[in-house]
Structure formats: structure tokens, C-alpha cells
């Protein structure tokens, strides 16, 4: 099994910055890739973005690209999720996921951390 474990999400105003971390402990060895999806309320939870094992192939969903940008440890085994310019539009729950992310085949996820942005 694999355990996911984010932190950093807050209460931030429209216009500031937030970078989330999701730590991935257990049997990690394959190399899968890490990512963010996120679910506000009343809504399906989307895809925010993904990175490969080796941090080569990074893709982002248009709602947040040019804004958000992501980045892994491999030796930590922790993916970030550097949010800038952040709008009312970003509140959700942000999940941390692993898998093959380019198909959204999420094999784990993580329990998810609050993000609000105020106006």
C-alpha cells in the first residue's frame, strides 16, 4: 500500500500564493506519476496536473497553467503544487494523487487539503 499525505492548504485573499505538498511513504516503487486534483463544492473533481517518475513530462489542465506549477522530490518521495495569482475560482479540496495521470488512471489518493481563496 501507499499513503499520501498533503499539507499547505489555507485561507488565502485573490491575487496571493500557496504551495502544497503531498509526501508519498510505503510500497513506492513503481514510478508512477504524482499529481493534484481538486473538487469544489457542488462540482466533479477535476484534474489540476500530473508529473512523471523522473519530473520530464509535467502537464497541467488549462484552468491553471501559466499559474500553478509542479514539482517533484524523487528522493523524498513528495510532489509540490506552487500556486500563484490564485482566484476565488481555485477553492476546493485539493487531493494529491499517483498514477498514470495522463490517462487519469489514479491508483492512490491522498485525504485531501482545504484551499479557499477569498475575494
Known amino acids: 500500500q501507499v499513503q499520501l499525505v498533503e499539507s499547505g492548504g489555507g485561507l488565502v485573499q485573490a491575487g496571493d500564493s500557496l504551495r502544497l505538498s503531498c509526501a508519498a511513504s510505503?510500497?513506492?516503487?513503481?514510478?508512477?506519476?504524482m499529481g493534484w486534483f481538486r473538487q469544489a463544492p457542488g462540482k466533479e473533481r477535476e484534474f489540476v496536473g500530473g508529473i512523471s517518475w523522473s519530473g520530464d513530462d509535467i502537464y497541467y489542465s488549462d484552468s491553471v497553467k501559466g499559474r500553478f506549477t509542479i514539482s517533484r522530490d524523487i528522493a523524498e518521495n513528495t510532489v509540490y503544487l506552487q500556486m500563484n495569482s490564485l482566484k476565488p475560482e481555485d477553492t476546493a479540496v485539493y487531493y494529491c494523487?499517483?498514477?498514470?495521470?495522463?490517462?487519469?488512471?489514479?491508483?492512490?489518493w491522498g485525504q485531501g487539503t482545504q484551499v479557499t481563496v477569498s475575494s
Open positions: 510505503g510500497r513506492t516503487f513503481i514510478r508512477y506519476d
Open positions: 494523487a499517483r498514477g498514470w495521470l495522463r490517462r487519469r488512471e489514479v491508483a492512490y
